[in-house]
Every structure is written in C-alpha cells, then in structure tokens.
C-alpha cells in the first residue's frame, strides 16, 4: 500500500472515520437486481474494490479478501415517513457517523427507498484510502449508462498548477534513486536545488502559521455528526458573477461559503470582526491526460476566508487575491510528499503532522467538477450527486462543493457538539449568492 494511502488509514478516530460520504439522488424507482449486477460488472471492475486493508509490523498491505460477498457491501433501507430531505439527511448523518467493518473491504452501499414517494437514493461510503475525490468521480462515469470515460472539466481549485517542478511532490524517494538520477541527468541538479530551496521555504511557512482563532465552529470533537445540503444552483449565474467580478467560479462559491459561516457567526452574537479562518483546499495532482488510477494524488493548500470582510463584493476580492498567491505556491507538492512520507514513517511522527495541520484549519473545503451532462445509473436518471470527506486531525467542519449538468451544489459535514443545525449555514450560503447578484446589479 502505498504511503499516501496508509496515511488515510492512520487517520481513523472514533470521532472521525476517514470515509468519503456519497448521496445520489436519482429521478426515478431504481431496482436492486439491476443495481448488483451494475456493481459486479461495473464496480468490481476496479479490483480494489475486491481487497482490503491488512496491518502487519512492516506496515499495511492490499490482500483479496477471501470471503468477499457483494450482499455484506450493499443494503436496502426505506426512510421514515414523510420521507423527504430532511430524513434523508438524518440518515446519511447517521451513516456518517459509523465506522465501516474492518474484516472486509471498506465500503457500503445503501439503496434508498421511497424518498419524495417516487424517488431513490443512494448512500456511498468508501474509506479514504482506497480512492479520493477524483478518482472517485472517475468510479461514477463508469457506472453511468454505457460506461465510457467522459472528459471532467476542471475549473480551478481541484486541478494542480503547472507552474512547479513535476519532481517537488516525490519527497519521499529514496538517496540512491535521487543519486542516479542525477548521475544520469546532472543538468537536473540546479532545478532540484531551486525546487528544494522552494520546499524548505513553503515548510517553515507551514511551522510558522499562528493557531486558528477561537470560534464555534471549533472544539473537543465526538463521533455524532450532520449532513445538510441545498437546492441545486445555476452554475451559469455564478459564472457570470465571476465574469463581472474578474475572478473565478470557485472564488465565487468560497466567498459565498465565507458569507455563511459569518452570518452564522453573527446570527449567535459572536465577534466577527477582522475575523479570518483557514480552511484546506485538496487539490488534484494527477496529470492532464494520465491514466485514471484509484488512490490519493492530491495535495493541499492553506486558504484564509475573510469572515471578518463584510461586504460581499470586497470578499470576493479578497478570495481571489488568495487564490492567485497560491496557485503557483509549491505547497500543495509538498503536503503531498510530506502525507506520503508520513504513511511511511512511525506512527508517532504522522499523529503529529496531522495535529499540526488540523491544529491550523478550521474546514476542509473539496470542490469537485462533475460531468456537464445528465448521466443515468441502472437506467434512472442522476437528479443530484453530492459528496463529502472526512476531515482529519480535530477539523470539524466539511465544505462540499459539486457541479453537475450544469448545476452547482453546496453541502455540510459538521461535527454534532459543535454546529447541530448545519442546514442553516446552508441556507445562508444561497443568500450570500443572492446577496452577490444583487450588488453586481
């Protein structure tokens, strides 16, 4: 297994599993026959899908698990009455909050019955190591209708910038690979000096980050935790807000998702003031036009929001300022040689990496660009896919933000002790975009 994938598996506490949580929500009655035979064909295609995790002294390993049956991985529930979004959501939440059985590979599919009378759902967990956002939109297109691999936009903050050296991220090759290397290709040594120098710089920038300020959204985790999301919006009209605005659609939705979390700050009388809060932005590394492969290939940047920014315009600003520094920043390369790195190295160093960089964070916010036409699973229509990860190291807020044919989608992940009512920041986050429109008109 490789270090960037034993490292999710480190990460699990009680209080937080490190399983990505799915929702797609479908348009019609979807039928459990035809979603197994999707899934044998389909799903387990994907051979790790078959495996699972095994600890041993040297570390952890991939076996085929020996006893695997598709029916311990897939269930059929039907929610309480009235069965709408609200207990739908409480069961995913529910879900969210339990870890999945260790003895087998580590994922689960729950068909949801009766949800809004005519509809089904599908509840998707899959444990962060065996795949990450965007291999898993990957997984997605090939369980569509005629399975073929479709081309997924990406528009922003999830595609890797170009402007750093490919080699940066591989930090944690061994000397004698680097020695012959550079034997080979000794014009390479200044560039690896350039780039090393670079790293070095981003790390002691890393060390030197102050605390995260002390507000609601932060504390003594437990293991409950809930899901909201809202109403699809038009991605056009937030595109258009960008073309207005002079910025991108992501600067957009992570300026609105900072209106919310303030108005939600303000709605409880808490100081907001010059407030700003660091939330973790993934972004994918994996190279325009190479093979789609399970695993984690991502690294991260430290983004500040500006909750403390009032005016919705000057927010976005703000955003869009931060971005732009960061994209030809090398720290995404580095956090992902040093996550590599730690899945290698003891325990103990990896339990104090995590907690240095949660200790630095207040949210994880992943945004994934999904395909820009209607996609079918087992013959019904995909209404909506949403999607959140896990957040690691004392984090307590989850972010997800997910376009689909043309719509994009907003949802929550937070820790129960702290923010109980998570829908409400979600239904702030559609006024902030209102609140947007309205001052660019």
Known sequence: ????????????????????????????????????????????????????????????????????DLGHHVHRVALPRPGGQRELQDLVSDLASTPLDASR????????????????????????????GAALMHVLLAL????????????????ASGGWLPWLGDLTRTGTQLFWELLQHPGK??????????????????????????????????PAKRIAWCDPL?????????????????????AA?????????????????????????????????????????????????????????????AVHARMQALRESPQPLLLLGLQGLAGQAPRAFQDQLVHLLGSHATAVVTNVPGPRQRLELAGVEIEQPLFWVPQAGGIALGISILSYAGQVQFGLMTDAGLVRDPERIVARFTAEIGRLQEAVA
Not at 108 to 129: D, K, N, P, T
Not at 144 to 159: F, Y
Not at 238 to 250: D, F, H, M, P, S
């Open 234 to 254: 038009p991605l056009d009209a937030v595109k258009e807000l960008g073309r207005a605005l002079g910025c991108t659609v992501n600067d957009v939705l992570l």
């Open 257 to 317: 998702a900072a209106g919310a979390l303030r108005a939600y700050l303000m709605a409880h009388r808490d100081p907001a003031r010059n407030l700003d809060i660091r939330v973790v932005v993934p972004v994918n590394l994996r190279a325009a036009g190479a093979p789609e492969t399970l695993g984690n290939e991502f690294g991260l940047v430290f983004l500040a929001l500006p909750l403390g920014t009032a005016d919705p315009l000057e927010r976005v600003r």
């Open 144 to 159: 569509t209708r005629d399975g073929r691999q479709r081309h997924v936009p990406s528009h922003g903050a999830t595609s």
């Open 105 to 132: 590979p580590l994922w689960q599919v729950h068909l949801v019955e009766g949800y809004r009378r005519s509809r089904s759902a599908l509840i998707v967990r899959v444990h962060h190591c065996y795949a990450d």
């Open 189 to 222: 040594a200044f560039d690896y000096a350039q780039a090393s120098t670079a790293a070095l710089g981003e790390a002691a920038r890393l060390l030197a980050m102050s605390p995260e300020p002390r507000t609601r959204f932060r504390g003594q985790l437990g």
């Open 1 to 68: 297994m490789s270090g960037a994938d034993t490292a999710w598996l480190r990460m699990d506490r009680p209080t937080s599993p490190m399983v990505i949580t799915a929702v797609i929500i479908l348009k019609g009655r979807l039928d459990m026959s035809r979603l197994m035979r999707l899934l044998r064909t389909r799903l387990l295609a994907f051979e790790r899908f078959r495996w699972r995790p095994v600890e041993e002294a040297a570390g952890f390993y991939w076996e085929d698990d020996p006893w695997f």
